[in-house]
């Protein structure tokens, strides 16, 4: 695909000339890899305003959206009252190094909606909350192994990018250039839904796990569902051996339902790292659970965290804003709406004959090109992504926008109308079909 040669939006430069600025200036032209449309061979669009369910690129087109700020957007883009919170707090002042009202006020919605949370303390990003969730049970546990699962995204610190190694129990090798071997020499990475590896793992390494890291829906390989026993065993094999249970619901934390995935499943996991939406769209990380753990976090224990840009006041704000609204019948709108999106982009896909298979967990969704839902990150990587690029550019031909990747989850919004959603599932038949070409 090419850019259109459209005239700029409201006085900008068009995407063309913007993007080719950005490539001399930003490793890529982008300042995160999956922007650049690399995945589905396109030419990156260049967003220049968002309104609800919709999105305006440099170039004045719109599209339908279902990115929304990789979930961190619930409500649709520009939401009046999440604007109007960061703009009264704007008009506040920006940072001050201090605590404020609104952080208070946000960790006590937080603390009410999640049952296995008494403290909490915010971040600037999921990253951080990763790396802190980390430090607190290497501090709790004084054990220095990490558990995690192939194809499950806990941020970009090493020891989180690694790859498995040779076997089932085998600590992991580098997920990337740059990370040293003795970053993730402490790593164990292990198949998603498999919970005999995690059996095994213990087995061997029992007594130097500290914790179990594990997206409780996957998000980030797209949306993998765990198997009944799944997040059970690692829950009961963590408590059986003394290694604490973190689950990453930075992604599903108040986007599956006010009380999380933890809350859809019944689980209370020992700590839980939050992230996108609990900051209304604005940069935040958050990790909770039991009192006694989280107050091993200086200044009251002996784990360090801190950041200047910790519990940023205008994220506070947005948050907080956002949360007060996110009621139980705005999660069953917004249930209706990913249901319909579900039934009518299998019902496209199956009239098209495409290999494809919708996956769906609450209000989060993903389109395979595989014969059946995948149940693990080997199974979403035998996908066609051939197919899926072409699906993709297809789709946004038709100006529907999806993530640019086959590991990306789509995410309707509270903005988006059963209009758009028949919209968009007229595209998809399009889509399906073009997709097999």
């Not at 790859?163 to 998603?192: D, E, K, N, Q, R």
Request: hydrophobic residues 45%; charged residues 15%; contains cysteine.
């Amino acid at each position: 695909m090419t850019y259109p040669s459209t005239p700029a939006h409201a006085g900008v430069a068009g995407s063309r000339a913007i993007f080719e600025r950005a490539r001399e200036l930003l490793p890529g032209g982008v300042s995160s890899p999956a922007r650049a449309f690399a995945a589905v061979e396109g030419d990156p669009v260049v967003a220049a305003s968002g309104t609800g369910s919709r999105l305006t690129d440099a170039d004045g087109r719109e599209y339908l959206d279902y990115i929304q700020g990789f979930g961190s957007i619930i409500l649709g883009h520009g939401d009046p009252l999440a604007t109007s919170a960061v703009q009264k707090a704007a008009g506040r002042g920006a940072v001050f190094g201090l605590t404020t009202a609104d952080e208070v006020k946000l960790a006590e919605m937080i603390v009410e909606a999640i049952a296995s949370v008494e403290r909490v303390r915010f971040l600037a990003s999921g990253t951080e909350a990763g790396m802190t969730a980390a430090r607190i049970a290497r501090g709790a546990t004084g054990r220095p192994v990490i558990v995690k699962f192939e194809g499950c995204y806990h941020g970009h610190a090493d020891e989180f990018l690694a790859s498995a190694g040779s076997g089932v129990a085998t600590f992991s090798i580098p997920g990337t250039s740059g990370v040293p071997a003795s970053s993730v020499s402490s790593t164990i990475v292990l198949p998603y839904n498999d919970p005999a590896s995690l059996r095994s793992a213990f087995e061997v390494h029992g007594q130097d796990i500290a914790a179990v890291f594990v997206e409780p829906v996957a998000a980030n390989m797209g949306v993998v569902i765990p198997q009944a026993d799944f997040l059970l065993a690692i829950s009961q094999l963590c408590a059986q051996h003394g290694a604490l249970c973190v689950f990453d619901e930075v992604v599903t934390g108040f986007r599956i339902g006010r009380s999380g995935a933890q809350g859809a499943f019944g689980l209370q996991p020992d700590l839980t790292m939050f992230g996108k939406v609990v900051g209304g769209g604005l940069p935040v990380g958050v990790v909770g659970g039991r009192a006694e753990l989280m107050d091993l976090l200086s200044p009251v224990g002996p784990v360090y965290q801190g950041g200047t840009y910790a519990a940023h006041p205008h994220a506070m704000a947005s948050g907080t804003a956002v949360l007060e609204v996110l009621t139980e019948g705005l999660y069953a709108d917004l249930e209706r709406t990913a249901a319909a999106l579900e039934e009518g982009l299998a019902e496209a896909a199956a009239s098209a004959g495409a290999q494809a298979c919708v996956v769906r967990a609450a209000t989060m969704l993903s389109v395979f090109f595989t014969p059946s839902p995948p149940r693990d990150f080997a199974e979403v990587q035998a996908g066609d992504r051939k197919s899926f690029a072409r699906f993709h550019a297809s789709l946004r031909e038709q100006g529907v926008l999806i993530a640019p990747s086959p590991y990306e989850a789509w995410f309707p919004s509270a903005s988006h109308s059963s209009a758009d959603v028949e919209a968009t599932v007229a595209a998809a038949a399009i889509a399906f079909s073009s997709s097999s070409a």
